[in-house]
């Protein structure tokens, strides 16, 4: 792929002005592209750009097809990649704040990546940003017919040790994020037929993109608490004369079933139902009654640690309870059980200081 690093750096001033935050542009070092210009903008990604099979398939699926748009293809990857992969929120265990919206992250999780980290990524499918940009960056970048002046990058968000995708042609700029920082994820979204937010067209002279991304949403809805809630209600209608669920409180049952729909109609995992619960949580209860805690999974060995995952710790009539959303269940709980060693779950805290320690978990 030829890349034209002064278009790049174009759509860089372009989304620094929209997001008031001025990015690193990463590119495959295997890319073409003038080697006489110099920008402390530009760096070289450490390890090439490879795409898994199922992704390369779709490309070449793709490419055989001539009647479909540029933009309604990158579409259809977006959609892949956010069905075929879940988030692997162990990372942010790992994430250490240096300062007011400043975050650093050890280049060995997801980045500087060796035989090891591929092996054991091979065996599932919990991804971090850096890799999911790679792999959309790099099927953009392998679609045949795209016009000469069409040039893709990965954007670096270095306060927040974060990565997406940048597009920038003739006829639109744009950046597509499949795992917002702050917000439920598209990769969490999509999977439960939401529309997607995490592309952000900034120009687009012909509407060529925002057709085809109103295309895309047409008929899906963008509240993630009002598409449960219709379902939740159906739930609960079906169980009143459940004996057993008149002890519990409707929040907490609420709770429980809108856990359990994602789960088991939406097969959402963990990281996903995390965000999607906060959201719910945050919306019924008010975020001053929550809180993060994490939940320890699997064992510890000689040289690994035990991988985290984000669970909620909530406030109701005066009672803790315990959003588990590794076992699909809430509990009461109490927190003073947070300071004992045998307990499976870990203040937020306690667990981020783990940051530094020299072997990471591999992948």
């Known amino acids: 792929m030829k890349v034209n690093i002064e278009k790049l750096i174009e759509l860089n001033e372009i989304q620094s002005l929209i997001t008031l935050r001025k990015q690193v542009i990463i590119l495959n070092p295997e890319w073409e592209y003038d080697k006489n210009i110099k920008s402390d903008e530009i760096q070289y990604d450490a390890s090439n750009w ?8 779709l490309v070449n699926k793709l490419n055989q097809d001539k009647s479909t748009s540029i933009e309604e293809k990158i579409i259809q990857i977006y959609e892949k990649i956010s069905r075929d992969y879940f988030y692997d929120d162990n990372l942010i265990s790992y994430i250490k704040k240096t300062g007011d919206d400043k975050f650093e992250l050890n280049d060995g999780y997801g980045r500087k990546v060796d035989e090891k980290w591929k092996t054991n990524r091979s065996k599932h499918n919990r991804r971090v ?66 529309t997607i937010n995490g592309i952000h067209i900034f120009e687009d002279k012909n509407g060529a993109f925002t057709n085809s991304l109103n295309r895309f949403n047409n008929g899906k809805k963008d509240s993630a608490y009002t598409n449960i809630k219709q379902q939740v209600i159906k739930k609960q209608q079906r169980s009143n004369n459940d004996d057993k669920n008149q002890e519990i409180p409707d929040d907490i049952l609420f709770l429980q079933y809108a856990m359990e729909i994602l789960s088991e109609d939406y097969q959402i995992d963990s990281q996903g139902i995390f965000e999607y619960m906060k959201e719910i949580v945050d919306i019924k209860l008010g975020p001053i009654n929550r809180e993060k805690v994490w939940k320890r999974i699997g064992k510890e060995t000689e040289g690994e640690q035990n991988r985290l995952i984000r669970c909620l710790l909530i406030k109701i009539n005066q009672k803790c309870y315990m959003i588990d959303v590794d076992s699909i269940k809430i509990f009461q709980f109490d927190k003073k059980d947070l300071k004992n060693d045998s307990c499976e779950f870990v203040s937020f805290e306690e667990g981020s200081n783990r940051n530094w320690r020299i072997d990471p978990y591999r992948g």
């Open 129 to 194: 940003c850096f890799e999911l940009s790679r792999y959309l960056a790099e099927a953009i970048s392998e679609l045949d017919g795209k016009k000469q002046d069409f040039n893709t990058c990965i954007f670096w968000d270095e306060n927040l040790t974060h990565y997406l995708v940048g597009i920038i042609s003739d006829e639109y700029s744009l950046t597509l994020d499949l795992d917002d920082f702050n917000n439920i994820k598209d990769l969490t979204r999509i999977k439960a037929g939401l």
């Open 50 to 57: 490879d795409l898994p099979p199922e992704l390369l398939d």
